[in-house]
């Protein structure tokens, strides 16, 4: 019983909590793996049967909840570091009076304070570097872009016109044009196909 005791203690099921928070909001940022959501699910099984066992301050659920509005607002549009660090700031509110206190007090943690003030701050470190590094390199923009390609001003390799090449943006590309364009003459590209680039001459008409 004293094993069951310390394994369904409120300290480690906080810990787990906060993992399987941390899991799961990176399992946002990065999809794909299914690795994340099932760490993530694990970590929650103990916190939520915790909860059955001595039951949980709602409101905090409830605060827990909220964390995702900030969140999601965060990884949508750049610079929006400060809801991203409100997200933080509510996560760790909401976890640590999660449970209430032995005596069912509500507004007491229901975790030891020094474990939960070491727990938070590192998850909300994690957090703040590891989630703010994945959200700005979703946002960044692709370094092949071939939509900016359109409108750049390169110059013709060969000779251009149902076939040919140009090195446009630093780059040999495939191009054809509908007239003839002569070897080393500046292009303009006014279409794109796949890797094939529509060109036409750059050259100031007389």
């Known amino acids: 019983m004293e094993a069951l005791d310390i394994l369904f203690n409120p300290n480690l099921a906080y810990i787990l909590l906060v993992l399987g928070i941390v899991l799961g909001l990176l399992a946002i940022v990065t999809p794909g793996s299914g690795i994340l959501e099932i760490g ?3 970590c929650l099984v103990l916190p939520v049967y915790v909860a059955y066992r001595q039951g949980l301050n709602w409101w905090a ?3 827990l909840a909220g964390s995702l509005v900030p969140f999601l607002y965060a990884i949508r549009k750049p610079k929006r570091e400060w809801a991203l660090g409100l997200t933080i700031l509510i996560l760790i509110l909401g976890s640590i009076y999660l449970y209430p206190d032995l005596e069912g007090r509500w ?3 229901g975790v030891n304070p020094l474990l939960a003030l070491i727990v938070s701050a590192t998850a909300a470190a994690f957090l703040w570097f590891v989630i703010l590094k994945a959200v700005k390199a979703m946002q960044a923009r692709p370094s092949h872009d071939l939509g900016a390609l359109i409108g750049q001003v390169g110059e013709a390799k060969t000779r251009i016109h149902e076939e040919g090449s140009a090195q446009v943006a630093g780059e040999l590309w495939s191009a054809r044009s509908a007239k003839p364009i002569a ?3 500046a292009v303009r590209v006014v279409n794109r196909e796949g890797f094939v ?7 100031p008409s007389a």
Do not use: I, R
């Not at 680039?197 to 050259?203: I, M, P, Q, R, Y």
């Open 183 to 185: 070897a080393g003459s």
């Open 107 to 109: 507004w007491v943690p």
């Open 40 to 42: 993530a699910l694990f």
């Open 197 to 203: 680039l529509t060109v036409e001459s750059d050259k």
């Open 61 to 63: 659920l409830f605060v």
